[in-house]
């Protein structure tokens, strides 16, 4: 079974630019959440997604959106990058119900200078 | 708000000590309290989930357990292997689903 997928493995952006990243989950699970882990900090949550739409959302400003697509995969946009977004930005999938684990994909190492 | 603090921050042991580590937490409702273990520059890897008080997991070397306020993570005869940061994320009631992670404890075992 195929595990929770994540593009690209590193992104290099500037300063001011967009960044998308991309979460494909398990076959099967319709949640997804995003997580930002900077370095020394522990995973801060982001998004939720459930079934298409945004269930909850963290204490991030809201340059920071994304959504969720038909097939369950989503995408996490970050417009007017900042320095201290430089983070790994981390995917993970459960079934609807949420009492299973979080599966989490290996993560996207954004770097913005 | 929910909250959750992992101690001590770092822990470095010899292999074949046994040690724990301490997951506090205050959250409303709890829905599962989760382990994870996160090797550097990857995703978390999942271990244990405890429901209610007085449960117990083991995996391998790895025993969890769950108080109404804390969990412990037991590690018994540790190897090299097991060096890695070790996160507790308990999730609260209600229908939000999200996960609070503490800030994990690195541990490191020597050889």
């Known amino acids: 079974e195929a595990g929770v997928t994540q593009s690209p493995t590193h992104l290099i952006k500037t300063r001011g630019q967009q960044a998308t990243l991309r979460c494909s989950p398990i076959s099967g699970h319709t949640s997804v959440y995003w997580y930002q882990q900077a370095l020394g900090l522990g995973l801060q949550f982001l998004l939720w997604?459930?079934?298409?739409?945004?269930?909850n959302r963290g204490n991030f400003p809201p340059r920071f959106s994304g959504r969720q697509f038909p097939n369950y995969s989503s995408e996490l946009n970050v417009n007017a990058l900042e320095l201290e977004d430089s983070a790994l930005y981390l995917c993970?999938?459960?079934?609807?119900?949420?009492?299973?684990?979080?599966?989490f994909g290996s993560g996207t190492r954004l770097t913005v200078v | 708000e929910d909250q959750v603090t992992q101690s001590p921050e770092a822990l470095r042991l010899q292999e074949g000590e046994s040690s724990s580590l301490n997951c506090s937490y205050t959250v409303s409702g709890l829905r599962g309290l989760f382990w994870y273990r996160q090797d550097p520059g990857k995703g978390p890897e999942f271990l244990f989930t405890l429901y209610s008080a007085g449960e117990e997991k083991e995996k391998e070397r790895l025993k969890a357990t769950l108080t109404k306020k804390e969990s412990f993570l037991h590690i018994t005869a540790p190897k090299p292997e097991d060096s890695a940061t070790y996160l507790c994320a308990p999730r609260g009631g209600g229908s939000n689903y999200k996960l609070t992670f503490g800030k994990g404890t690195l541990l490191t075992v020597n050889p």
């Open positions: 997604y459930d079934e298409g739409e945004e269930r």
């Open positions: 993970a999938s459960s079934l609807g119900t949420g009492r299973v684990g979080y599966t």
